[in-house]
């Protein structure tokens, strides 16, 4: 529905076919330079990759499914066969939950890597107690996808707030312009008229001959001012037309726009909302300082990652192995003393 408002306002203002001018409002021309115009447009190219950004950051604690594969066959006869798909889940706090499965196959394996005939089952956990405790590359990575978000957000702010500031002046210019040409267009017509009267009280001999040229001086002087502000009034609105565009990032013609300006500013008051009243709070509110916090939040997240890689490197892996792919089958979870189900701990790995 905006869409369609926001087009309609912009045909608008492109039919140059009409003979009345279209009044163009300061809210559809602030509305229609948002949703169209190319700096308008960049900004929020920008908040788009930021999301991206962010939704790939979100990716590093998706689940990896990896599978190794190793196989020798020379002269028809299968040397060794070795498969093991493993599955990842990161967590959030550094933690991994670790499970694959084990096969080994063939007439020449290498005994350290022979396992049971159904294959080997391992469920685990790695749990970092130094390096990575705190924080990682991972979490770092995501911290940094968040802040870049808002820092998007907010030069998309401060772009928009530019781009607002520039375009409602050249609106006021536009609107002040046009006033002052209805002002000479009403001038140069109460001129003429008076003109004609004195011309015409010449010819009945009631004034002399002098004031006629003096009347007819007036009426130069006021059609050269109202020559000079038509040609202000047509430059003010080419600056307007390089703020409106069309939907295909096509620039509007200035010749074919009949539109007129919103009288009714002249006489809107400044709500309380805008006048400054707390210092403090607004300037919080301030983009630009906005910015310089998130550039320290930023510097926070890279001071903390390399205190963290000073640390040195210390996990635990914890896991259950079991003969085959089904790891509750005769599993005793209580204490885990079945020949076949092991608990490792490797430290420091």
Not at 177 to 195: C, F, G, I, Q, T
Request: glycine content about 6%.
């Amino acid at each position: 529905m905006k869409r369609i408002t926001l087009a309609f306002i912009l045909c608008m203002v492109c039919l140059h076919a009409l003979g009345q001018d279209q009044l163009l409002t300061l809210n559809e021309y602030l509305a229609a330079i948002k949703r169209y115009h190319p700096v308008a447009l960049q900004a929020e190219l920008n908040t788009d990759k930021a999301r991206y950004t962010r939704r790939e950051a979100i990716g590093g604690f998706d689940p990896k499914l990896e599978v190794n594969r190793e196989q020798k066959v020379l002269g028809g006869i299968s040397y060794y066969d070795y498969v093991t798909p493993e599955i990842k889940l990161p967590l959030w706090y550094g933690i991994d939950l670790k499970g694959s499965y084990t096969n080994y196959d063939g007439y020449y394996v290498n005994p350290e890597n022979k396992v049971p005939k159904e294959g080997l089952s391992y469920l685990g956990v790695s749990v970092p107690l130094g390096r990575g405790l705190l924080i990682d590359e991972r979490r770092a990575a995501l911290k940094r996808a968040a802040i870049y978000q808002n820092i998007a957000a907010n030069e998309q702010r401060q772009m928009l707030n530019d781009l607002f500031v520039n375009a409602t002046h050249t609106y006021a210019e536009w609107l002040n312009a046009w006033l002052n040409a209805k002002v000479y267009e009403k001038a140069v017509d109460l001129a003429s008229v008076r003109l004609k009267g004195v011309k015409l009280l010449y010819k009945n001999g009631d004034r002399p001959a002098i004031d006629t040229l003096e009347a007819l001086t007036l009426l130069q002087s006021r059609q050269q001012k109202l020559t000079e502000y038509q040609n202000l009034l047509l430059n003010k609105k080419n600056d307007l037309a390089a703020y409106l565009w069309l939907d295909n990032l096509t620039a509007t013609d200035p010749e074919k726009l009949k539109i007129k300006p919103d009288t009714s500013l002249i006489k809107m008051a400044v709500p309380d909302s805008l006048l400054l009243k707390e210092p403090a709070a607004v300037s919080a509110k301030n983009p630009e300082v906005k910015a310089y916090r998130l550039k320290i939040d930023q510097l926070n997240i890279e001071r903390k990652l390399k205190l963290e890689e000073i640390k040195p490197t210390f996990n635990v892996n914890i896991g259950i192995l079991n003969s085959g792919g089904a790891f509750f089958n005769n599993m005793n979870l209580t204490g885990c003393k079945t020949t076949r189900n092991l608990v490792s701990l490797l430290p420091c790995r």
